[in-house]
């Protein structure tokens, strides 16, 4: 039958399927703008870590004491779970949560009352960190690592983004001052070969990667 003989009311009804199909492509494009708006990239976390950055001694840190003109003295030693270790004259120090160079001066001033010479090296001999990385990794779970290490450094360790995993949407929690503080990274460049300014974890990073939207 030509289109203009049709029944009385067909083309309102063939309008109204169209109307309806636009409802529904406006309503998916409104949808998907409020996806891709909610995820916009957080923004970096303050003072970010970096190959030269100071570390801070933790439980499970190998120490090496070196003193100048007392051999018999050095030691190598592991710092226990409670954050200590035990040295001639001194007995029980508590290091961790102390940079290297400040254990150092305090040691160098302790040991004066004992020494003729007190001076002291303090040496990281093994510095070993431990982050949490999940989500869409290959093989997600805890891993330890030596310092410093890179997120890219530590997902590849964890196997990789796995094929649901989103390389550009990669968030990294860090608790900061008491509060837990959290960035979006995006290793898509670094996978590409493109030069990027690494970003560094600290000891209790947690790692999270997003599920790919494509």
């Known amino acids: 039958m030509p289109y203009d003989r049709q029944l009385p009311g067909t083309n309102i009804v063939c309008r109204s399927h169209k109307t309806n199909g636009c409802s529904c492509l ?3 494009l409104v949808s998907a703008a409020l996806v891709f708006g909610c995820q ?6 303050p003072n970010p870590p970096g190959p030269h950055t100071a570390v801070r001694l933790s439980p499970g840190d ?3 004491l070196s003193f100048a003109e007392e051999s018999d003295l050095d030691q190598t030693q592991k710092i226990r779970r409670d954050g200590k270790i035990s040295l001639p004259y001194l007995g029980e120090v508590t290091v961790a949560g ?10 160098t001033r302790r040991y ?8 002291v090296l303090v040496t990281l001999e093994n ?10 990794a290959t093989y997600p779970g805890k891993i330890t690592f030596d ?4 997120v890219y450094q530590a997902i590849m360790t964890a196997g990789g983004v796995s094929d649901y995993g989103s390389l550009s949407n990669i968030h990294l929690t860090r608790i900061i001052d008491g509060v837990q503080r959290t960035e979006t990274i995006n290793l898509r460049p670094n996978i590409r070969g493109k030069p990027t300014n690494p970003k560094y974890v600290q000891d209790g990073d947690v790692i999270y990667i997003s599920r790919s939207l494509f």
Request: glycine content about 4%; charged content about 25%.
């Open 26 to 28: 406006f309503a998916f």
């Open 40 to 45: 916009s990239p957080l923004p970096p976390l």
């Open 62 to 64: 190998v120490l090496k």
């Open 98 to 107: 102390r940079r290297v160079s400040d254990l150092q001066h305090e040691l």
């Open 112 to 119: 004066d009352e004992y020494l003729d010479n007190p001076e």
């Open 127 to 136: 510095g070993l960190a431990t982050v949490i990385v999940s989500g869409f």
């Open 147 to 150: 310092r410093p290490t890179t």
